[in-house]
């Protein structure tokens, strides 16, 4: 199971840490995807990280703003966000990958959270 937290809303410029749990599995066995999905739009994978935390992705959209990183021994990745904007919003997810492989495609993940809502908005 995953579960996530940390949304909530932020102005424009400002910073959120989310959170991404598991349980009842080996997570630092896999690969862990944070993707986002805004009303009307389909979902994207916003950045990936691999078991180790050695090998990470991120979307051309969040790079140089948002950063990837997981503490095994708490069984919880983290994605923060810095500088965001409003394009930003939308529900968050984390996700288990299948393979080894750092990707940002939906499909290579298939155990998924609940989501947590980030809204950016003056």
């Known amino acids: 199971q995953l579960v996530e937290s940390g949304g909530g809303l932020v102005q424009p410029g400002g910073s959120l840490r989310l959170s991404c749990v598991g349980s009842g599995f080996r997570m630092d066995g896999h690969v862990i995807g944070w993707f986002r999905q805004a009303p009307g739009k389909e979902r994207e994978g916003v950045s990936s990280i691999s078991s180790s935390g050695a090998g990470i992705e991120y979307a051309d959209s969040v790079k140089g703003r948002f950063t990837i990183s997981r503490d095994n021994a708490k069984s919880t990745v983290y994605l923060q966000m810095d500088n965001l904007k409003p394009d930003d919003t939308g529900v968050y997810y984390c996700?288990?990958?299948?393979?080894?492989?750092?990707?940002?495609?939906?499909?290579?993940?298939?155990?998924w959270g609940q989501g947590t809502q980030v809204t950016v908005s003056s």
């Open positions: 996700a288990t990958g299948w393979s080894p492989i750092v990707t940002l495609d939906a499909l290579d993940y298939d155990d």
